[in-house]
RNA sequence: GCCCCCGUAGCUCAGCAGGAUAGAGCGGCGGUUUCCUAAACCGUAGGCCACAGGUUCGAAUCCUGUCGGGGGCACCA
């Protein structure tokens, strides 16, 4: 980690000659080893293993561009005033570091960084000719993910819950994406057991009722009117001759493969589409087989972990108690069938099998407690390092739509629910639907209110975002009209003819978007997405209104002032991409 | 009873791996278009960051407790 003379030769050459582009991720890190080695040149042994330094965007522009708060937190350590280790340090650094206007102590010790007007002007152009990803830092390096979402049984068409966990899912994804990941979408669902026993039963009272028969939904079964379009579409493909005595497969088989279609054709409106749709099915019954014989040797505290019921020895219990969970639970019913915690956990192992760097679950907030369970079982079947190194869950909070002024209890089975085809028709448009959830991190409880939804979707911030897009987009066709273009990709803009208060505040704001969409594709979390989006939105709009953009006469200052626009134009359409959200030319 | 999430401006919510005067959108009030899209911009009002302790040089952010709201605790998924 030492760097003798603080700065590496190869660095300081490096940047000012051969290399004339610095991207933002890249001066992080290099203030970062920077500071880090001046300080372990300063105080030397008492700086312990694990201190950190870290460089991140001021709050403010009274205090630079970036800052550093090492000084503060070395106070502890060294024993000192922290304003006098801060000056220490940068007395060392003053003058030798690239692409840094100026340095400061300010505060109580913070160390504050301007960044150089070329700097800025350089990453402005990257952004401008290149695009946001191509400024994203590589932190997946190809390596491999796989984030599972929606996940929603074959049993009905999907609903709100279902868009909230699908915009995530799906926004997640491309984050990593952007970010050097390669992801694989899964989604999981269970084709076999209970639930499809009642589905198809459902499908059958309806198909009687046709002809006047008696329709008996049994309990539990699925009331709402999707049904019956199947058991008249059944009738017509098949006849009326199929009873469920007699023809129970088909049943069922008819009403998944229509449950399907329905999902898919509704993930098809937010545009989503997943590479493998993974059937429980295909895990009976050898993966689920192995997973029992691999918990079954298993013993804790001289028990096995896996055991069988007093009354009933078919039926199967697992001792989560030994893995620190609140109760044991039946992994095998009476009648043979596996509750939902046994194959979960094959299908996991399965996913582990296959080689992924990262395997992201999304899930709602009904699935926490049966979550930790399966987390147990991976841990104890695969070692609990390997399970937390690979496998992130993300629970998010259900929506709770209210009409009327008041809270509707959503249930599919007894259909009496708000279908994600309704959403997307009651708020206007996709693009406001998606940017509504993703305006929220996932553990926030969002209330939808049905009646506002269009009339909020009029003022909803997507379209601010939009507008901005929309504006410098017609910015560009009006310079084109009058004769000006971009600058020269290969040709060093003169930073001079951005030298303006309201230039600088733009470009630095742009100077950040790399490091801030970064920062939330390592947290997981696209919300903050919408966050840059809104900060470009207004500082663009600002921009706009101050500067005079296309001006023939001053084509030189005017063009680079272009490139600024097209730097914003291509950082915000880049943010909407991530988010599956269109970026209008026009509105 | 156990577990999880939330409590920040009138409303909906950001900010929370502690840091320098707490933010946005919508709503309120008042301004700004002979000029590249006024779906915009500028100004202004509005906050004991639920409450009480604790840790710290420093807490909206971390810890504990209390209160309030939501959700989950199937041999359904």
Redesign the pocket.
């Known amino acids: 980690m030492k760097c003798s003379g603080v700065i590496c030769p190869e660095f300081s050459s490096m940047t000012r000659r051969n290399h004339p582009k610095m991207e933002p991720a890249s001066l992080r890190t290099e203030l970062e080893r920077i500071l880090s080695a001046t300080i372990d040149d300063i105080w030397g042994n008492q700086i312990p293993d694990g201190f950190?330094v870290?460089v991140s965007g001021?709050?403010?522009l009274?205090?630079?561009d970036l800052?550093c708060?090492s000084a503060?937190?070395l106070?502890?350590i060294v024993h000192d005033n922290?304003r006098r280790s801060a000056s220490m340090i940068v007395e060392r650094i003053e003058g030798e570091l690239p692409w840094i206007s100026s340095v400061s102590v300010?505060?109580?010790?913070?160390i504050?960084f301007s960044l150089s007007l070329q700097y800025l002007v350089s990453v402005s152009g990257m952004l401008a000719f290149k695009g946001l990803k191509s400024l994203l830092p590589d932190i997946g390096n190809g390596r491999k993910a796989l984030v599972e979402y929606v996940?929603?049984?074959p049993t009905g068409p999907l609903t709100v819950g279902h868009c909230r966990q699908a915009v995530l899912g799906e926004a997640i994804s491309s984050l990593l994406e952007a970010t050097g990941w390669e992801v694989s979408r899964e989604y999981y669902?269970?084709d076999t057991?209970?639930?499809m026993m009642?589905l198809g039963m459902s499908l059958a009272a309806r198909y009687e009722a046709i002809d006047g028969g008696e329709a008996e939904i049994p309990e539990?079964g699925y009331h709402g009117d999707y049904i019956t379009e199947w058991a008249l579409e059944l009738r017509d493909e098949q006849g009326s001759d199929l009873s469920w005595e007699n023809n129970s497969t088909a049943f069922i088989t008819f009403a998944k493969e229509r449950a399907m279609e329905m999902i898919k054709s509704d993930l098809s409106l937010l545009s989503i589409e997943f590479d493998r749709y993974f059937a429980?099915s295909e895990l009976i019954p050898d993966a689920v087989r192995s997973t029992i014989a691999k918990l079954s040797s298993i013993e804790i505290d001289g028990k096995s972990l896996v055991y069988p019921?007093n009354d009933?020895k078919e039926?199967l219990w697992l001792r989560f108690t030994s893995l620190g969970r609140?109760?044991d639970?039946?992994i095998v019913?009476?009648n043979g069938?596996?509750?939902?915690?046994l194959?979960d956990i094959a299908y996991h192992i399965d996913k582990f099998s296959r080689g992924y760097d990262l395997m992201i679950d999304v899930f709602g907030?009904?699935?926490?407690?049966?979550s930790?369970d399966v987390t147990a079982g991976l841990e104890i079947l695969l070692g609990s390092s390997t399970v937390s190194d690979k496998l992130t869950i993300i629970?998010h909070?259900?929506v709770?739509l209210v009409r009327e002024g008041r809270?509707i209890?959503m249930s599919t089975r007894a259909g009496e629910f708000v279908t994600l085809r309704k959403l997307i028709h009651d708020a206007g448009s996709v693009d406001v639907t998606k940017y509504l959830f993703l305006?929220?991190?996932a553990?926030?409880?969002?209330?939808f209110d049905l009646d506002l939804a269009r009339k909020?979707s009029?003022?909803?911030?997507v379209?601010?975002v939009?507008?901005?897009h929309?504006?410098i987009?017609?910015?560009m066709?009006?310079?084109k009209e009058a004769g000006i273009s971009l600058p020269d990709e290969h040709t060093a803009v003169s930073a001079d003819l951005l030298d303006g208060e309201h230039e600088r505040e733009l470009m630095r704001l742009l100077e950040l978007v790399p490091s801030r969409t970064a920062?939330a594709a390592?947290a997981r979390?696209p919300?903050?997405l919408?966050?840059i989006l809104?900060d470009l939105?207004?500082g663009f709009?600002?921009f706009?209104?101050?500067?005079?953009?296309?001006?023939s006469d001053d084509p030189d200052a005017s063009s680079v002032r272009l490139m600024l626009c097209e730097a914003c134009r291509r950082s915000i359409s880049g943010l909407l991409e991530i988010l599956g959200v269109d970026a209008?030319?026009?509105?």
């Open positions: 950190q870290t001021s709050d403010n009274e205090f630079g800052s708060q503060l937190k106070a502890r922290p300010d505060g109580p010790g913070f504050n996940s929603s049984n669902f269970n057991g209970r639930q009642l539990g429980e019921d009933d039926k609140p109760t639970r039946v019913r009476d069938m596996y509750t939902y915690r194959p907030a009904d699935h926490l407690d049966t930790k629970i909070q259900f709770t809270k209890k305006t929220r991190r553990e926030a409880h969002m209330d909020e009029n003022e909803n911030p379209y601010y939009q507008y901005a929309a504006r987009s017609g910015i066709r009006t310079a920062a390592e979390e919300h903050r919408t966050e809104a939105a207004t709009h600002r706009y209104q101050h500067v005079r953009i296309v001006d209008p030319e026009r509105m």
